[in-house]
């Protein structure tokens, strides 16, 4: 059923009764051409590309838990394509253009608000940073552009530029595409998008090993018994180890708490989005009114879910320093997620030592916002079993050979 | 009107203390002890605020810190806070406060159309429309935008200040309710730290809502005597006003302590507004009772509809009847409990019960009071728009879903809704514990202890007071005992009596209505508005895991995090997918219980706390001398001492040319400094640098380069031999930290076979360079005891001397190009040494000079700065240093420089460019391109890494990492600017004095 | 926020640490003979335990010893603490356990 105002209308006066479900629940069938392993955003991004590009439509998507379980409905939503490398502008672009007309494209509001991305400097290192990220991502041919404070301060209004601060805003960089969309939405409506193109969306099913012989994927163990599939794509965020573990094979990732947290909603006072990388902190406020606040990853592994405490004060102290004014609004909801962290803050999204066996993962604290650009190479890839160039740099071999694509500075990891 | 409501006896207020608020403008009086609800409740005052979707009228809902409903805008200007709950208000003389979320008043608010559309608006209508046409859904977002929120941000900065403090116990016992209590005395009686907490302003818990009898006398008297005993103990710190909001692992418990809140406005001083306990326990008891769940049928959220037990608390603490004729719909025996309270403070009573029959005890005193009895009855919905005026009640079906008979209606003002109760489990599953779902009780109760916690009471499912006192009391002596206090102790609990102990219920997760349509007034999370209709249409669509459904819906998403809503909206949904409640499972419970302020989580580390300043012994002189600073790692650096009228570059031309043809002075302190020493300690610099170190002969100083172990440089600087088995390393100024981990790492995981120690040794030295044509100079005036010609002390040595009479130890460095001396003495000395190098030094036209001027010098010579001209990703032979990466030995990154990638042709080197205009200075950062383009993309061949206009050449340099930059001294390039195209010629980085004649003269 | 045993001071928070990453990864005895894929795993490849996870921490603000942490990635359970050299404890958990 198409969702529209009339739609709406109509329903309404059947009291909204006969509304279908967005998605069928399928058994898993025995067989697939391919499965996804992964039902967040990137996994049902990369079936849904998959059906629609490359017209397959005996697929599948594995979930553990429930869709967008995982760091899809955890994250703090900003969508940027505000890179430093060729490389990582182009797919990160690719994503920002997609996300540009994802709503309509899959008829599910996703609430994507182009309000614009702040990033702040504080010394003359981040100043210069900052103009060969802005002078760059321009070249690509990316919207950037260079704030002074004052123009920073008309910019987001509530912004603290004094110079009397410990370290003072000295200026900003500005992608005026970029924002916040709305992250279940996301899921749920690549969700739909693929259910309607034929893909089955297999929930509570948990993966528990991959199945290969002569060095050839054949499917995958899974808590409701083996779904056999000739090619089989693993995207399950910060869990990339344990799959990869699975299929006999190390990954160069790290998976560390990343926290996040939101205020109470109150009125409409901030109509952008901030980050800073000295005082270190990201602010948002949700259409909802909350203040959607986040920052830096946990210095250690681990796969709980949850942060140390001391990470989350040390970004509030921050947040006051930055926005003073928020001093008397309150913490509502503090959660974790766990992000898979590669060397040099990019993503891996290719083939593997096991035929038929691909992995996108390593996005670290960046992978909502690449998640359509993602999921449409992602599916190339298995698709035609050979990345596309926008992911060919990504490769495991990467790691041996030194062509390395570091992005620490735009990755908003504490460094 | 005053206090028409108000009961002459009783309660904890005291009526000799009025305080005199405003609210919504009207000015009330209430007493000291009352809430700010219960204050209105005592003036008649239900309508409080309107509903977050569909505006409706809201009136006070509970009693506690579960409180959907009564949010209210404190106070004004700079002391307003948004979204705080009456309930919680403790009065105070001259309180001010507001509704929220309503315009132009609570009464008559413009956006109650939206109830009127409630049908367009079913949850997650927004995901289903707006789409259209694309380029109006930034219109649409700000009228959604501007629809949502509840109360206002302050515009102006918060006066108060926050505190933060670390403690430590053996037992901390979260609540002070019968079970709290009961476990703190036992604890503390061993002679355990204990620490007791509690939300509220005194403690008590549910004992100062019933009307018990402890030993034959009213419980408060027991609570009195419990609350002397713990406050007279050294070991117990008692706190209330204190919140317990979040439980980490190892037993890290987070509580927020309202300090001044309930004092008013100005006039606590300067004392801290809050203050946040950061508690290790060594054993955790909670004993955070319970809430009472309220009952879904329709319009349940109109004003004067509460839970029962608010209204009990209402009538007994606050001494407020918050109605004259009540209706109690309840399903369990604590409804009747309230319900005979209600009746003896003089409040008609109907009775309204889902099961058959109540205690036998509790139906015989509801009949002695004469009060309507409906057995098998629920209430079918409420009428009344701003308070409830009626509500229609029917009989149950056998099976308890759907109705028989007709309805008839009740007048009343007020519905008390007691529909079982949920222990607060909140800290409980914050420490990782899982719920398990006991049927007999209808609510979820704590499974196995995850850490070194126990439930106690009604936090634990134990609903009847007198196995509260006793599982409390058990639970603090075992606490203690595992927290290693096992003295045997006297304690005995209390005789209880109280009216209702059993724990009969019978759940009805959804009442019946008469029409076949989704109740769709049927509210489930009163906040949000989210209604049972809206959980089946999340179901119908698809979204039936629960987290999907609290998303789709926002149950459980509002301030409240669904206290009185989680627990029915989940049995909702098992209802209608025909699951289990214990397969259906709960949403994760997050920290924070109830909202911190962010205030009191940045606590003092904000302003100038926010980070430590670090600063040089000369600091002062660099202040007095109108130094404008630069921020590098925590020091303040002078970056540049302007002149009168001077800009920042016509402050920098004169600095450079009075170091190029007189003498220039840097405070060179922060750089950082790190003593090694030790037998090994020559090898450790061997296997650290990428050059050779053990030739390097005591007296001499080389330059070296650290690269990581993937190849890149990470650091470089001078180090000078002091002795066989000493060296001082110097790091650049906002890496030393770093460093010296670096160098720990490896001697004591890799190498722990190296004799070698390190040691940070940056604070003890202060370091004044001087440098230029006449500082050798001034150094002779005041340094008699060193040779200082260039025979005998040369280029890249070092020796020890007095200047002006200090000790010092004197380096032949130089990183402006010119001849320079880096004198180091004692800390404490740096001022004194660099008041008489400028008093001597006058004559010769001695001239401070700070970062900046520093940075021009040296980019002059083509002298790089790890993290300015490297980026992380840049190899010693990629700036021009591949002399300096020894072919002879191991080293940190050796083996990297080998990898495919470090061998590539076309890697970025580092370069000089000229500008064909002399006098363009180009920005740092700015991009060379392959080709100039109209449109981008634009290929990139290179970018700018320092860039400067050199007084001394006359034209502007620039320092620039270029694609097979090495090989194409000569070329021309184009950088593309945002507003222009520039044009320059590459060529070798040395712009000045390329063979260092100067430096070694 | 973990307490963390350090075996020269005793339990201190987290806050006194620094993390360091995996522990018992080898350097090549001699890197130059080192493939690149050797050579790559020793500097980027992780375990990355789901579970038991042996590390190394430094406790920073404190002494600034280096030593081993045996931790469980999920509960942050600290099952044992111990100094540079020493052999990893075996931990007997084998429902999580996926390192060495």
Redesign the interface.
Known sequence: MK???A???RN?FS???N?????R?PEPKREYDAIIVGGGGHGLATAYYMAKEHGMRNIAVIEK???G?GNT?RNTTIIRSNYLR?NSAQIYEHALKLYE?L??EL???I?????GVLNLA????DL?????????I????VDS??LNPQQTKAFCPILNVSPN???PVLGASLQRRGGTA?H??VA??YARGANNLGVDII?NCEVTGIRQSDGRVEGVETSRGFIGAKKVGVVVSG?A??LA?MAGF??????HPLQALV???????HDTVVMSNA?HVYVS?S???ELVIGAGID??????Q?G???I??EQ??????LF????????????GGTVDVC?DASPIIGKTPVKHLYFNCGWGTGGFKATPGSGWAFAHTIAQDEPHELNAPYTLE???????I?E??AAAVAH | MSQGYRLFNGGLIQRDQPRTFRFNGQEYIGFAGDTLASALLANGVHLVGRS?KYHRPRGIFSAGSEEPNALVQLEVGA?????IRATQIELYQGLIANSQNCWPSVEFDIHQINSVFS??L?SG????????P?RM??TY?RV???A???????????P?IYDKTHAHCDVLVVGTGAAGLSAALAAARTGARVIVADEQSTAGGSLLSRRIQLDDEPAGAWVDAAVLELEALENVTLLTRTTVT?Y??HN?V?AAQRLTDHLPLGSCGDQPRQRLW?IRASQVILATGAHERPLVFKNNDRPGVMLANAAQTYVNRYAVRPGHKAVVFCNNDSGWEAGLDLSDAGVQVTLVDIRGQAAPELEAQARDRDLEILTNHVVVTAHGRRHVRQVEVARLNSDADGLSGSSRIIDCDLVCMAGGWNPALHLFSQSRGRLSYDQNLSCFVPGESVQAERSAGAANGTFDLGFAFSEGREAGKAAAADAGFRQRTKSVSPKVDAKSNSTDIRPLWLVPSASD??P?KSFVDFQNDATA?DLQ?AV??????V??AK??T?TGM??D?GKTSNVNALAIIAQITGASIEATGTT?F???YT?????T???R????F??P?RRTPMHEWHRAHGACW???GQWKRAWYYPQEGESMHDATRRECIATRSAIGILDATTLGKIEIRGPDAAVLLNRIYTNGWKSLPVGACRYGLMCAE??FIFDDGVTLRLAEDRFLMHTTSGNAARVLDWLEIWLQTEWPDLQVYCNSVTEQWATAAISGPFARQLLAELCTDVDLSNQAFPFMTWCTGHVAGIPARIARVSFTGEVSFEINVAADYGMALWSQLMLSGEKYGITPFGTETMHILRAEKGFIIA??DT???VMPADVGLARMVSSAKDFIGKR?ML????LREDRHQLVGLRTDNPKEVL?????I?AEIKP????E?IG?V?SSYWSEHLGHSIALAMLEKGASRHGEQVWL???DKQVRASVCDPRFYDPNGERMNG | ??LIECPYCGPRD??DF??G??AHITRPEKPADAD??S???Y????????GT?Y?MWCHSHGCRRWFNVC?D????KIHAVYKMGEPPPRVDDPTRS?SQ
């Not at chain 1, 210069?128 to 760059?136: F, K």
């Not at chain 2, 920005?923 to 991009?927: L, N, R, S, T, Y």
Request: glycine share 10%.
């Open positions: 969702y529209s105002f739609s709406l209308l309404a009291y909204h009764e509304w279908q479900s967005a998605w629940s838990g429930w869709l379980g409905g060729d007309g709503s309509q008829n599910y509001n609430m994507f608000s182009q309000r504080h010394n003359q290192h210069r940073e900052l103009s060969r990220r802005v002078n760059a321009r070249l690509n041919g552009e260079f601060s410990r370290y709305r279940d939405a749920w409506g929930q869990h180890s344990v573990d190390r990954m160069p990732i790290e998976s205020s109470e909603p109150i009125k409409p006072m005082v406020q259409d909802k009114g210095g250690y592994c681990g796969y709980s949850r140390s405490f001391p989350v004060e509030i102290n921050a947040l006051v320093e003073p004014i928020v001093s008397r609004l309150r913490m509502m909801r503090q959660w060397p990467r790691f041996n050979s030194g062509y390395l570091d620490h500075g | 977050f002391y307003t806070q948004p979204n049908r367009l079913p209508f927004y995901y289903k429309t707006f789409m259209w694309k859904w930034m977002e959604i935008r501007n949502a929120g509840m109360g206002k941000a302050p515009t102006e900065n918060d108060d979040s980490f692992e890290f987070v950061k349509h989704p769709a209709a249409l119908r669509e698809g979204y039936r895991s987290e999907h998303r789709y926002t509002g301030t995090q994760t997050r920290p924070p909202p911190i302020s962010f205030g989580l940045a606590g580390d904000v302003g100038e926010m980070d300043v630069e921020d590098v993937d190849g993290g300015q980026d992380g990703t990297s990898r495919p990638d470090s920005p740092e950062g700015a991009q391109v449109e981008p993309p634009i990139m970018y890494t593309s600017l945002a | 926020m973990l987290e806050t620094k993390c990453g995996e690149d894929q050579w790559g795993d500097l980027f490849m992780r375990t990355n335990s789901m996870h590390e931790r990635t999920l509960s942050n996926r």
